[in-house]
């Protein structure tokens, strides 16, 4: 009998099943780990899925005090905030303009032949029918006063300073003799105040006193000259050439719209003005009366003056000027006749001008109390209306304008015009009430613009 050999498939099955033994050992603590790492992965999620629920009471409050907050900062600043200003609904022009036509005016001018201007003394406008420059004979007296008042002026009612009596104004009243000139002798070495210097100047005419007047203030005539040369620049007068003071020379020139600017500036001086205005005049040196050189002075109750002028080559010419009121607004007509062929008719073409002109203002009725302007309107629909508080009318001459307009607001009325500007008071017809607080909170989009 053989003996018996070791099995070898024996011990094969017996490492398996240690191997398997150990797998499964190896899986069971796997499975041990996962289930570990699971639980606690779960536990940790647990546990922070339970820490907001903890914390929830506290979110929850802080919310409703920023609620809170915010509702009582709106309230707040709806019941406070400023209002805006009503909207302005006009039903009349925001500007009205007022103004007479000017054709009348335009058409007396246009009806003369010669040179002729007109105009008020109030404003700048002129009607002319002929813009060319002509001889003015003594109707530079008036540029001459007028430069020299703007060096030395002589106030109203004074006498000014004393000139004395030159032997060169002796020989020079002897020259204006010989060309017919207008001349009132008296010796050297008298002394002539500078009122009377003035007064003869303008109201007779006297050519020698002019000269005097002249050199008195600039020292001699080349002076004289190229100061009315300046000034005539600065005033605009474009047409003006001045030789001498007197207006003996014929080269003294100017169109009639420039001497009706010289009409105006001296009835703007008042001391001037006074002296163009005296129909007669007493002088010493055995010079007794004098008469005003301007016959409307005594032809007509309105006349106020200016001056004549004449000469061969001038003709007969007169700038004339005649006051009185329309609705009882005080105005000043000025007319300027050149180049006229007598005394006569220089008197009636100005004196028929000037009535013309006094018959072209117009009163307008610039706004009536109680005329309805606008309406108001609050921020929360209200309504209050506008109207005129007073009336208002206007006395208007040819160039003049007047405006009405409502200001911002509608709170007045503004009128601009020959016066000057005013206001007028606008009646509103009745008053907005504060809104409640109840409107101010639920209408944010009127209050903030949202």
């Given at each position: 009998?053989?003996?018996?050999?070791?099995?070898?498939?024996?011990?094969?099955?017996?490492?398996?099943?240690?191997?398997?033994?150990?797998?499964?050992?190896?899986?069971?603590?796997?499975?041990?780990a996962a289930t570990a790492a699971t639980a606690t992965?779960?536990?940790?999620?647990?546990?922070?899925?339970?820490?907001?629920?903890?914390?929830?009471?506290r979110a929850v409050a802080a919310g409703a005090l920023v609620t809170i907050a915010v509702a009582?900062?709106?309230?707040?600043?709806?019941?406070?905030?400023?209002?805006?200003?009503?909207?302005?609904?006009?039903?009349?022009?925001?500007?009205?303009?007022?103004?007479?036509?000017?054709?009348?005016?335009?058409?007396?001018?246009?009806?003369?032949?010669?040179?002729?201007?007109?105009?008020?003394?109030?404003?700048?406008?002129?009607?002319?029918?002929?813009?060319?420059?002509?001889?003015?004979?003594?109707?530079?007296?008036?540029?001459?006063?007028?430069?020299?008042?703007?060096?030395?002026?002589?106030?109203?009612?004074?006498?000014?300073?004393?000139?004395?009596?030159?032997?060169?104004?002796?020989?020079?009243?002897?020259?204006?003799?010989?060309?017919?000139?207008?001349?009132?002798?008296?010796?050297?070495?008298?002394?002539?105040?500078?009122?009377?210097?003035?007064?003869?100047?303008?109201?007779?005419?006297?050519?020698?006193?002019?000269?005097?007047?002249?050199?008195?203030?600039?020292?001699?005539?080349?002076?004289?000259?190229?100061?009315?040369?300046?000034?005539?620049?600065?005033?605009?007068?474009?047409?003006?050439?001045?030789?001498?003071?007197?207006?003996?020379?014929?080269?003294?020139?100017?169109?009639?719209?420039?001497?009706?600017?010289?009409?105006?500036?001296?009835?703007?001086?008042?001391?001037?003005?006074?002296?163009?205005?005296?129909?007669?005049?007493?002088?010493?040196?055995?010079?007794?009366?004098?008469?005003?050189?301007?016959?409307?002075?005594?032809?007509?109750?309105?006349?106020?003056?200016?001056?004549?002028?004449?000469?061969?080559?001038?003709?007969?010419?007169?700038?004339?000027?005649?006051?009185?009121?329309?609705?009882?607004?005080?105005?000043?007509?000025?007319?300027?006749?050149?180049?006229?062929?007598?005394?006569?008719?220089?008197?009636?073409?100005?004196?028929?001008?000037?009535?013309?002109?006094?018959?072209?203002?117009?009163?307008?009725?610039?706004?009536?109390?109680?005329?309805?302007?606008?309406?108001?309107?609050?921020?929360?629909?209200?309504?209050?209306?506008?109207?005129?508080?007073?009336?208002?009318?206007?006395?208007?001459?040819?160039?003049?304008?007047?405006?009405?307009?409502?200001?911002?607001?509608?709170?007045?009325?503004?009128?601009?015009?020959?016066?000057?500007?005013?206001?007028?008071?606008?009646?509103?017809?009745?008053?907005?009430?504060?809104?409640?607080?109840?409107?101010?909170?639920?209408?944010?989009?009127?209050?903030?613009?949202?």
């Amino acid at each position: 009998m053989m003996p018996q050999q070791p099995t070898h498939g024996g011990s094969a099955r017996s490492d398996e099943a240690t191997a398997t033994a150990a797998t499964a050992t190896n899986t069971a603590a796997t499975n041990t780990a996962a289930t570990a790492a699971t639980a606690t992965a779960s536990t940790a999620a647990a546990a922070k899925n339970r820490a907001p629920r903890r914390r929830r009471p506290r979110a929850v409050a802080a919310g409703a005090l920023v609620t809170i907050a915010v509702a009582g900062s709106y309230v707040a600043a709806a019941a406070l905030v400023p209002l805006p200003e009503p909207t302005l609904r006009l039903d009349v022009p925001a500007e009205q303009r007022f103004a007479v036509d000017d054709a009348a005016a335009q058409a007396a001018v246009d009806g003369q032949t010669l040179p002729t201007a007109v105009g008020w003394l109030d404003g700048d406008t002129v009607w002319a029918n002929d813009d060319d420059a002509h001889p003015l004979a003594s109707l530079t007296k008036l540029v001459t006063v007028l430069v020299g008042q703007e060096v030395e002026p002589l106030a109203p009612g004074e006498d000014g300073p004393s000139y004395t009596w030159t032997e060169a104004d002796v020989e020079f009243q002897a020259e204006l003799a010989e060309v017919d000139g207008i001349a009132f002798p008296i010796p050297a070495g008298i002394e002539v105040t500078r009122r009377e210097l003035l007064t003869l100047a303008l109201v007779p005419s006297a050519n020698d006193f002019a000269t005097a007047y002249a050199h008195s203030v600039f020292g001699d005539t080349d002076a004289f000259v190229a100061a009315a040369a300046d000034w005539a620049d600065r005033e605009g007068l474009e047409s003006l050439t001045v030789t001498e003071p007197s207006g003996i020379d014929d080269g003294n020139v100017a169109s009639a719209p420039d001497v009706l600017q010289l009409a105006r500036r001296v009835l703007e001086d008042p001391a001037l003005a006074e002296i163009v205005a005296m129909e007669h005049a007493t002088l010493p040196w055995g010079i007794g009366e004098v008469a005003n050189t301007n016959p409307l002075l005594g032809e007509s109750a309105d006349a106020i003056g200016v001056k004549t002028g004449h000469t061969e080559l001038a003709g007969y010419s007169l700038a004339a000027a005649a006051q009185g009121e329309f609705a009882d607004r005080p105005l000043v007509r000025i007319a300027v006749v050149l180049g006229r062929d007598s005394v006569e008719a220089r008197s009636d073409d100005a004196l028929a001008l000037l009535d013309s002109l006094a018959a072209m203002p117009e009163r307008r009725a610039v706004v009536s109390s109680g005329e309805h302007l606008g309406t108001l309107t609050s921020i929360d629909g209200s309504r209050v209306t506008l109207s005129a508080a007073e009336s208002f009318d206007a006395v208007l001459v040819p160039g003049e304008s007047l405006t009405l307009s409502v200001e911002a607001g509608g709170d007045a009325l503004a009128v601009t015009g020959p016066d000057g500007a005013q206001t007028l008071a606008v009646r509103r017809g009745g008053s907005f009430a504060e809104p409640s607080l109840g409107w101010r909170l639920t209408h944010p989009r009127e209050l903030f613009g949202l």
